[in-house]
């Protein structure tokens, strides 16, 4: 019998049934915002935040470039970036710090890698190499990419690390090819446990089987682009729906989450889906929206700027152009606890040592924003 880790085990426990999800969708607009948002400075097409130690942080910009960015919004653009199919909903995506950075300088990214028969979503570690007003990645290498290749958007491509800093995990969307999403052997649809190497840890559901289902830990998923863990260890996931049915999951290792076979969404044919409640094998999301607010980024806040949001999750809404706080009981339970209008396309959300919240906008001018207490 393989030996379990503490995560994994905690995460294979989390709950034996399904609570009754929760329609989060026709939830108001909170009538007034704590907080003060400041423009810092403006990107063309940002896509994600990652905060460095030092406060400073890289952001990228889905046509291919990526950025180092001090509080104050100056910029130095950092070199060495690789080749991306950016279309769409294609192109350089997210960015995150290793937990071994302050003596690795390590970084990890995902975009979408040109080849012949299509794009492929690449998981890439490099080292960031700094220097008055100049950084670089270096040692640059590819360390998990999608085969086959091709489809349409919805790469996922969203990065979280493991509390144990030996683990990663990769969510992977199904590329518009709903049926991947229920293929064992298609990297589309799932969500990924990886070493930090990019192979595969030994404790993994399925690891014995090697490739793509040695690879997952959950599968059944149709365009994650939300993925963290809370600060009481558990992991959770968002997703969009179809045409309505954006999720806000609880991962559970080896879950089946039931994309394409059942959403509270429907086709945008206007095909009807199953609903959740109909197939209880499947994992029902916590949370879900319809109407969608098409969620983009996620973090848990902890910091001493906004006490009242300890524990939080913060998540941006793209269609909802706003930015939104889902609190949680002590069972666990999710609700959406407040909806603030942002009057733009919130892309990624994240939180800077001193407890402010930083926010990217999606536009080709997209603005960066640091939130931090209005006096009440």
């Known amino acids: 019998m393989r030996r379990i880790s503490t995560t994994l085990f905690c995460l294979a426990l989390i709950g034996s049934a399904n609570a009754q999800s929760i329609n989060a969708g026709d939830s108001p607009v909170s009538p007034t915002k704590p907080f003060i948002a400041k423009e810092v400075a403006r990107f063309n097409t940002p896509w994600a935040i990652a905060v460095l130690p030092d406060a400073q942080m890289l952001i990228t910009e889905k046509p291919g470039k990526i950025f180092l960015v001090d509080p104050n919004g100056h910029k130095t653009p950092v070199s060495n970036v690789p080749a991306v199919a950016a279309e769409g909903q294609n192109g350089l995506l997210d960015i995150a710090v290793s937990p071994g950075f302050a003596t690795s300088r390590d970084i990890y990214f995902t975009y979408s890698e040109p080849g012949a028969s299509g794009s492929s979503l690449v998981l890439s570690r490099a080292k960031l190499v700094t220097s008055k007003d100049k950084a670089a990645l270096e040692n640059k290498q590819i360390i998990w990419r999608q085969t086959p290749a091709g489809g349409g958007g919805q790469s996922g491509g969203i990065i979280a690390f493991d509390p144990n800093g030996k683990q990663l995990y990769l969510t992977v969307g199904d590329r518009m090819r709903?049926?991947?999403?229920?293929?064992?052997?298609?990297?589309?649809?799932?969500?990924?446990?990886?070493?930090?190497?990019?192979?595969?840890?030994?404790?993994?559901?399925?690891?014995?089987?090697?490739?793509?289902?040695?690879?997952?830990?959950?599968?059944?998923?149709?365009?994650?682009?939300?993925?963290?863990?809370?600060?009481?260890?558990?992991?959770?996931?968002?997703?969009?729906?179809?045409?309505?049915?954006?999720?806000?999951?609880?991962?559970?290792?080896?879950?089946?989450?039931?994309?394409?076979?059942?959403?509270?969404?429907?086709?945008?044919?206007?095909?009807?889906?199953?609903?959740?409640?109909?197939?209880?094998?499947?994992?029902?999301?916590?949370?879900?929206?319809?109407?969608?607010?098409?969620?983009?980024?996620?973090?848990?806040?902890?910091?001493?700027?906004?006490?009242?949001?300890?524990?939080?999750?913060?998540?941006?809404?793209?269609?909802?152009?706003?930015?939104?706080?889902?609190?949680?009981?002590?069972?666990?339970?999710?609700?959406?606890?407040?909806?603030?209008?942002?009057?733009a396309r919130i892309r990624d959300v994240a939180v800077a040592p001193d407890g402010a919240v930083w926010l990217i906008e999606d536009d080709s001018d997209g603005r960066l924003w640091r939130l931090t207490p209005r006096k009440m």
Do not use: C
């Open 178 to 343: 709903p049926e991947t999403a229920q293929d064992p052997d298609q990297a589309r649809g799932k969500l990924l446990r990886l070493n930090l190497d990019g192979s595969i840890p030994a404790d993994n559901p399925h690891a014995d089987k090697g490739g793509v289902r040695g690879e997952t830990f959950t599968t059944g998923h149709r365009n994650p682009y939300g993925l963290a863990f809370a600060p009481d260890g558990k992991l959770w996931l968002h997703e969009m729906g179809p045409r309505g049915g954006d999720e806000l999951n609880l991962i559970k290792a080896d879950g089946n989450y039931g994309w394409p076979l059942v959403s509270n969404g429907d086709n945008y044919s206007g095909k009807p889906i199953p609903r959740h409640s109909t197939r209880p094998e499947f994992i029902a999301p916590a949370l879900y929206w319809t109407p969608v607010i098409a969620p983009a980024g996620l973090v848990f806040y902890q910091g001493d700027m906004f006490p009242k949001w300890s524990d939080s999750a913060l998540i941006g809404g793209l269609a909802a152009t706003a930015l939104v706080r889902v609190s949680f009981d002590a069972k666990g339970n999710a609700r959406e606890a407040d909806r603030w209008d942002m009057e």
